[in-house]
């Protein structure tokens, strides 16, 4: 099996993000260029897991503008074999999605040892039952994109 992943280049400069960008306010309106401050990139890159492109490149150039490396997958199971030859310092992810939701994605990274202490914040509309035992933290969608990059920062601090 050939698995597909990318490493994002897409800028927020690009029209089609800037639309994204207008779209998903924060309570103190779109994120501009200036309030962007460069955080000190991890050592390891994070995973976004969407299998909405939108999504996947607005958090792509939102995060690397930020200073991170990220990877991209578009489904729990594609994501499991990119951590299994890439680790990563955490995982963003959707909750449903195909060939392998967000839910089993958590289940498994937190069956295994090298990956069970990896932050997972899951962005969704729909919530599960077991999500304080699997995910760090709980986005709901639509989301502001000022909430995740702050969470972001806030678990990668630690």
């Known amino acids: ?5 990318t490493l994002c280049c897409r800028t927020v400069s690009d029209p089609i993000l800037q ?20 955080a000190r990139s991890p050592a390891l ?15 792509c150039a939102v995060l690397e503008d930020d200073g991170f490396r990220v990877l991209t997958a578009k489904n729990g199971a594609d994501a499991l074999t990119l951590i299994q030859q890439n680790p990563v310092a955490l995982v963003l992810t959707d909750l449903m999605m195909p060939q392998g939701s967000g839910l089993d994605l958590a289940r ?39 909430v995740v990059i702050d969470m972001v920062h806030q678990l990668l601090a630690h």
Request: proline share 10%; hydrophobic share 45%; net charge negative.
């Open 19 to 38: 639309a994204n960008t207008v779209s998903m306010r924060s309570e103190k309106g779109p994120r501009s260029m200036p309030d962007i401050v460069p």
């Open 1 to 5: 099996m050939i698995i597909a992943y």
């Open 108 to 146: 498994r990274l937190r069956g295994d040892p090298q990956t069970a202490r990896i932050p997972i914040i899951l962005m969704s509309a729909a919530m599960p039952r077991q999500v304080s035992q699997l995910f760090t933290h709980v986005i709901h969608k639509p989301f502001s994109i000022d």
């Open 45 to 59: 890159p994070i995973l976004v897991v969407d299998d909405e492109d939108e999504i996947v490149n607005l958090l």
